[in-house]
């Protein structure tokens, strides 16, 4: 008895001492797990860093992770307000992308989310920029820089006019990863409705022909249409890839009246649709 007087004190203080260890109840886990940083940019005060899977900003759909650092402690904010407006420059005029707006990852504690669709770049990467407008604690800042654009391999984004004389702007998202299966697709559509004011188009319809042109141009059985989903604001569709290779999607648009603005059926004597996306994989 006299010996269990002695323990008890020691058994409450090992529980105490492991309970109340942060590490143990809140390890510190890397919100920035499965992504690779592809730029910072910085101002006196703070730092944003942009972060995506490869690392790097190809033309089409990007989804970009971002956080600031206070640049005094090394800590990042979370809690804050952000904005973003990519521009490119070129010789002859200056245009902006499709972009979302910027909100918390809801899976991490310092990282907020968005996307942007570069719909092109030059030869040598350059020309995109981005100014991030943010306010921490009512304080307003700006930072801007400039980015570099690889241009993706296949064709994930196609900017067209339709017959409404409309300028679209197409991207896809999904799959990422294809596989040899039905997989989910997803794309996005925005129009220009002027050089720096690109809103999503809801309601239309893409219908999805996918074909492989090297072997006879066969097509794949179960594939369904896009059509919109209001909570994502995107498209979403089944698309059938019963082999590896490269396939041509080839797609219609439909504005909501069922009138074709883009895009033909394929038939003996039409290969392709002048609207299309591409994957090889
Ligand atoms: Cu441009």
Redesign the pocket.
């Known amino acids: 008895m006299k010996k269990l007087k002695f323990i008890l004190p020691i058994l409450a203080l090992i529980v105490l001492f492991t309970s109340c260890n942060p590490s143990d109840d809140n390890p510190i886990v890397d919100e920035t797990d499965g992504l690779q940083k592809v730029t910072e940019f910085s101002n006196q005060d703070h730092t944003i860093e942009m972060y995506t899977k490869s690392g790097k900003f190809y033309t089409g759909y990007n989804e970009i992770s971002i956080r600031i650092k206070n640049n005094t402690d090394n800590t990042y904010f979370n809690d804050y307000t952000i904005n973003w407006m990519p521009k ?3 010789p002859s ?3 902006s992308c499709p972009k979302s707006t910027i909100n918390k990852d809801l899976e991490a504690d310092s990282l907020y989310k968005g996307y942007l669709v570069f ?4 030869a040598d990467n350059s ?2 920029s981005i100014k991030f407008i943010y306010t921490i604690n009512n304080v307003e800042y700006t930072i801007e820089n400039t980015i570099s654009v690889l241009q993706a391999p296949r064709q994930r984004v196609t900017v067209f006019t339709g017959s409404d004389g409309v300028r679209y702007i197409l991207a896809m998202v999904n799959p990422s990863k294809p596989e040899i299966a039905v997989n989910d697709m997803e794309v996005t559509l925005h129009k220009m409705e002027n050089m720096m004011s690109f809103p999503i188009v809801p309601d239309y319809t893409i219908t999805l022909d996918p074909r492989m042109p090297s072997m006879g141009n066969h097509s794949s059985p179960n594939n369904t249409d896009l059509t919109y989903n209001t909570d994502e604001m995107m498209y979403n569709g089944d698309l059938s890839l019963t082999m590896t290779g490269y396939w041509k999607l080839n797609l219609k648009l439909l504005n909501p009246n069922g009138e074709i603005l883009k895009g033909e059926d394929i038939t003996d004597n039409v290969p392709s649709s002048s609207l299309y996306l591409e994957i090889e994989f």
């Open positions: 490119m420059v070129m005029m200056t245009h719909q092109m770049t030059s020309g995109w």
